[in-house]
């Protein structure tokens, strides 16, 4: 038998090997905006990953992003967790957005290495719905722990980091970066595993 012959009847035959054509069915939350489901893997925020976001200015509408997936999560009495955010969640403001205060965790973590650890322990606990860390970190054993723990969770991750890190390289399922542009905020899909790299006008409605 040729060699090809006795690959295809392997592929054919043997459910545990991959070739690589097939992408697995990924679990996802609805993102609220169709035309970033679109460009997503399972058309929505995937579960079980690391979701970097990438914003590059501060207070573009980088938390509002989020609000159609945590609301849900909310209503469902999951816990949505901020760690280490850049300033202090402002209890009126996340009311107003629809996220009971009863459900927020806020971890005020002294090192970005407290900060990754706590975001560990909570993602494979499976403790919340959602968990919002704010990190630099440029490790990547750091990146792929917390990745592992998103999966072993099976929570949504998603990680803030700083424009200055656009281009490093990361373990992460999704990275997308975010800009203000003409009223509204351009989401850049810099990777998507088993989604599409694009780009998508999203408009979102501020929350006073």
Sequence with gaps: MQRADVIANLLRTTPDVWSGRDVAATHSR????????????????????LIE???????????????????????EGRDIVFIRPPHLPYPPAL??????????????AQTDEAARWSAEQILREGMAGA?????????????????LAAREGKSLLFLYRSASLLQ???PATVRISLRPQAGSLHVEVI??????????QLQLYRVA
Excluded: Y
């Design 131 to 147: 968990v919002l860390l704010w990190s630099d970190t440029t490790k990547d054993i750091a990146l792929r722990r917390l990745q």
């Design 30 to 49: 609805d993102t609220g905006f169709a035309a970033l489901n679109a460009l997503l893997p399972g058309h929505g925020w995937p579960l079980s990953s």
């Design 95 to 108: 009311a107003t957005a629809g996220l009971p205060l009863n459900r927020i965790i806020w971890i005020d």
């Design 191 to 200: 990777k998507s595993r088993g989604g599409k790299s694009a780009s998508a």
């Design 168 to 170: 490093a390289s990361s």
């Design 53 to 75: 976001l990438i914003p590059l200015m501060e207070g573009i509408g980088e938390l509002q992003l989020l609000l159609p997936a945590l609301r849900p999560l909310c209503r």
